[in-house]
Each structure stands twice: as C-alpha cells, then as structure tokens.
C-alpha cells in the first residue's frame, strides 16, 4: 500500500472557491496546512482521520487562508500547470537526444550494459536506474547546466554497476567526475518546477 494518497480538494471562504491538495499520510499524527507563495494550498493529515475534522479544522483557518489566498487568480494557475505538460511534451524528444548522446559519450569510459532508457516528468527525482538496468531520467535534465547534466548521467550510468550509494559507486562516479562532491550538492539546492 502506498503510504501518502493524494486527493484534490475544493474549499468554499466568502464565496471564493480555493483549490487545495489533500495529502493522506499514513506516518503523519496531525492536520497540517501550508499556504505557498505560488498559491498551492496543501494539506496533510494522517490517514485515518475522517474528512468532518479536516474540513472543520480548515474551516477555523479560513480567515487565514482567505488573507492568503485571496488575490490568486486560480484560471490563471491552471492555465500555468497545463503549460508545464506542453513544456515536457515539448521538450521530450529534445532530452531523449542529449540523454542518449551524454550516456554514449560517458559509457565508452565504462562500458556498462543498460537496457531501456525513458525520459519522464517528476516532481521529485532527476534520475533512477532498475534493477533490470532500464534508466529513467527527468526530461527538466535540459534545463539544468551541462556540468550538472553530465553528473546526472554519470550518477544513473554507474548505478548500473552499483545500485547503492556506497564507497564503490563513488569510487566509479569519480573516476569520470571528480568534482562530484559539489556538484551533488549543487543538485540539490535545484528546485522542480
Ligand atoms: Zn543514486
């Protein structure tokens, strides 16, 4: 079972509908509610508490969320998000190339065995390889500077050997890229979008 179900949500305040992003946890022992700057409302709650408690402790929120949210154009925002899947139906095939190419280019160092490459659009993750040696690589990869992009193929391409982040699979990572310390860190301080 998945430990976090999502489900989007609708809260009505003064006549204003606000949509928000209710997040099931199954670890989570509270209701928590965060308002970001670009307007997504979140929602976290464990995952056995009936819906009236949420609704109700939102509600008690509501002049809050109201000050908040109130200037979002919600249309606006939706339109922002259907963009972004044009950006990754766009710009697919363009990171299906460089992909290929980039691990080509590193693999004739370690020629390593890879099957399926697939390029994909997450939140959450710039890469990952299989057990069954298939690659998957975020397509946002085209955004990033090439030095970071060139670690990111390394970092997939010597899982193949390595599947876990131990002093081998570093080992193997420096042996293309010695800098990788910085550039892992860098990575991380890179924000989805
Ligand atoms: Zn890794």
Not at 35 to 56: E, H, L, M
Not at 145 to 156: A, D, K, R, S
């Amino acid at each position: 079972m998945k430990k976090t179900k999502i489900l989007f949500n609708r809260v009505k305040i003064k006549d204003k509908t606000f949509p928000y992003v209710l997040k099931r946890r199954r670890g989570s022992r509270s209701v928590k509610l965060s308002v970001y700057a670009d307007g997504r409302f979140v929602v976290t709650a464990p995952r056995w508490y009936p819906i009236y408690i949420i609704q109700k402790f939102i509600e008690e929120k509501s002049e809050w969320i109201f000050e908040k949210l109130k200037n979002f154009d919600f249309e606006i925002i939706a339109r922002q998000s259907a963009d972004k899947k044009d950006d990754y139906q766009k710009l697919k095939e363009t990171a299906r190339t460089l992909v290929k190419c980039k691990l080509e280019f590193f693999n004739r160092h370690y020629n390593f065995r890879y099957n399926r490459v697939a390029i994909r659009s997450q939140r959450s993750c710039w890469g990952s390889c299989s057990q069954k040696k298939n690659l998957n690589f975020n397509y946002r990869i085209i955004h990033l500077e090439e030095e970071l992009q060139n670690y990111l193929i390394v970092h997939e391409l010597c899982h193949l050997q390595e599947l876990n982040h131990g002093d081998d699979f570093w080992q193997l990572v420096s042996q293309t890229t010695p800098n990788y310390k910085k550039l892992k860190k860098q990575l991380r301080t890179v924000k989805f979008l």
